[in-house]
């Protein structure tokens, strides 16, 4: 370990506290300021709305994915057996949790959410909800195997995607 002259405190501590051996140490001014800066929330809140804003657009985009690939599945211009089941399933997942994906103080950056979604919660909220039924009951109509319930099934959510969108979405 290296030591000050005084061989009382390591030598990097000087920089952090000034004092002589025996009396009460100061901080130092500079490495305070230096602490208060990395602490201060500001930066990260910024990384964290970005964050948050990317989440969403990529959850979003996999709800898109798998509405797309259900789409071709049920139509029969792909054929992957229980593939069907696979995307029904993770759309009654991940529409659980929409309104997660909008906390407050998101509306900022690079985003398409309108203040709307906030302003009027409890309609974004229902309509969320509305998604996520629609999600189960086209789930259950694939598990029948009915294809006419499934394409109504299927038109049901899209309705709902659409009618989330139009109001909340840029």
Known sequence: MILNKAGDRPRFLRYFFRGRPGKAAQPGLVPCLLLLLCMSPQPLLADDVK??????????????GHTGALRRLKDGRF????????????????????????????????????????????????RANESQQAAQALLDAVQSGDAGVIDTRFGELAQTCKACHKPFRK
């Open 79 to 126: 054929t992957a057996e229980g593939h069907l089941g696979m995307h029904a399933e993770a759309l009654v997942k991940l529409t659980k949790d929409i309104t997660l994906l909008f906390p407050e103080g998101t509306l900022e950056g690079k985003t398409d959410a309108k203040a709307e979604i906030w302003e009027d919660w409890a309609d974004f909220e229902a």
């Open 51 to 64: 964050g948050t804003i990317q989440y969403r657009q990529n959850y979003m985009g996999a709800i898109g």
